[in-house]
């Protein structure tokens, strides 16, 4: 990629954020200029880029028709009210937030739908999907026509990070305060986090249901293409700053061949298969970091032959959230921004 693009980063000072302006730099993204935006309250602080402190903007004082491309990064409400801006400036978006409807910003997963650009006209939207889904999908989609899936059942035990940067300065604290014996008192958390797991991560709706959990079955299907998979999800807040671990159950057509599965993964792109026996992955001490998902402990049902079991670790926001959407618009810009270039 030769020639260059102006792009701008909303929730520039933000965990994901930062990571996805590392990982500009790392990838060697054709940026040409770079305008780092965030809320009032962030605006004036610097965030480095190639060697550069670039200062971050206020994204309310942001001209979109300088750009040509903006990651969306801070959260559903900065969503909410820059995207409609920014696509009328016909700037392309990839938003993280989950707050664009499917039908006007369909989930990518490069590595799983990459068809999914067919037939996109320009201004594109598109969604980076939640760091479960694109982990699940990494792992599901090489997989999908030899199991033809029928139900998925997922546990998705969270890291704190997935809260913000609110979220691990939390952890921090509540866990000094316990190693020290001192009285914990719970601040951005409604109670004890540290040494802990919470069996939801925000308030559920009146059927039980938290919103991710809704949003994670809806961009499975989605990236899987199978409207008709059932789909069972839970969403659990674990103490790990960074790093989120998924226990996943899958119901097969027939029955299941393990030889297939695990030769299957050795080759899926985007997957660091560990097969060697007694191993497992772990987020901390395999996963955070790296750009790859991990998944191990595949094997088959106790009682039912169609059954695949697995264990999922990913870097929730460098792999899960950040990368995803730079290896987005690199898909975008390799195919269908080469016209707009400058």
Known sequence: MSQSLDIAVIGATGTVGETLVQLLEEREFPVGNLYLLASGESAGASVPFKGRNLRVRDVADFDFAQVKLVFFAAGEAATRSFAASATGAGCSIIDLSGALDASEAPSLVPEAN???LEGLVPPYSLSSPSASAVALACVLAPLKGLLKPQRLS???NLAVSSRGREGVNELAR?????LNARPL????????????IFAQVAAPDAQGHIALE????????QLLGEPGLRVAATCALAPVFFGDSLA????AEQAVDLAAVRECLSRAPGVEFVEEEGDYPTAVGDAVGQDSV???RVRGGL??????????????ARKGAALNAVQSAELLIKHYLSKILT
């Open 114 to 116: 990459p068809q999914l």
């Open 154 to 156: 997922v546990l998705a």
């Open 174 to 178: 509540q866990t000094a305060e316990l």
């Open 185 to 196: 008192e719970p601040r951005f958390f409604d109670r004890q986090i540290a040494f802990n």
């Open 214 to 221: 809704r949003r994670l079955g809806a961009e499975i299907k």
């Open 248 to 251: 996943v159950s899958l119901v």
């Open 294 to 296: 991990y998944v191990g």
């Open 303 to 316: 009682d039912d032959p169609c059954e695949l079991n697995l264990w999922i670790a990913s870097d929730n």
